[in-house]
């Protein structure tokens, strides 16, 4: 996913629903986000992610539940 916008299309979908959290990249080419709110909001991310920027190519989406943190944004790290 590297190179295709993927980290800006997951902030700025995270941050129009209201999320806080982060995306970032992965030493294995993967992408991990981690997004806090509301949990229609952390639906609609996850479908926004399942589909990705035009230019992406998304090959599968593993979500799982995780402690739940504060973030002041959604931030890219």
Known sequence: MQGVGYRYFAQHA??????TGYVT???DGSVEVY????VESLDA??????????????????EAE???????SFEIR
Do not use: I, K, S
């Not at 991310?45 to 593993?62: N, S």
């Open 14 to 19: 995270a941050t129009g629903l209201n999320l």
């Open 25 to 27: 990249n992965l030493e």
């Open 35 to 38: 997004a806090a709110g509301a």
């Open 45 to 62: 991310l996850a479908g926004m992610l399942h589909q990705g920027p035009r230019w992406a190519e998304v090959r599968g989406v593993d």
């Open 66 to 72: 995780a402690e739940v943190r504060r973030y002041g």
